[in-house]
């Protein structure tokens, strides 16, 4: 996925870094390792989305997200105002978000709150 995010060309603001983060990046999670694929009896895989089927009796299976951070190439336009920053950030957010679908037919990607959950 990082390649395809550096490859984005139609943004008005190219990445110019993508970095995980976290346990799970560090392999310093305490505790059994949880990813695992969407499928089974409780859980099924539909339009990118983990849904629950509904059997009853059965606990489904975590899948843990990965937090990366995408920072976008320098620019001297940025506004100076902390809200205006906070709007254009998420903009350019969603922009990447709808490229990437656009390159990447299996994955859905999202908004949530101020992150971008690409699945």
Not at 27 to 37: M, P
Not at 67 to 93: F, I, N, Y
Request: proline residues 3%; charged residues 30%; hydrophobic residues 45%.
């Amino acid at each position: 996925m990082v390649p395809v995010l550096y490859g984005l060309e139609n943004l008005p603001l190219r990445v110019a870094g993508v970095a995980a983060f976290g346990g799970q990046v560090r392999r310093s999670k305490v505790g059994q390792d949880w990813i695992k694929e969407v499928g089974g009896k409780t859980v099924r895989g539909e339009e990118g989305v983990a849904k629950l089927t509904g059997k009853i009796g059965m606990a489904a299976q975590l899948v843990e997200p990965l937090d990366v951070m995408l920072v976008a190439e320098h620019s001297g336009k940025w506004p100076k105002d902390e809200q205006a920053v906070r709007r254009v950030r998420l903009a350019w957010l969603g922009e990447v978000g709808r490229q990437v679908e656009k390159k990447m037919k299996e994955v859905t990607v999202k908004m949530m709150g101020e992150r971008l959950a690409v699945m």
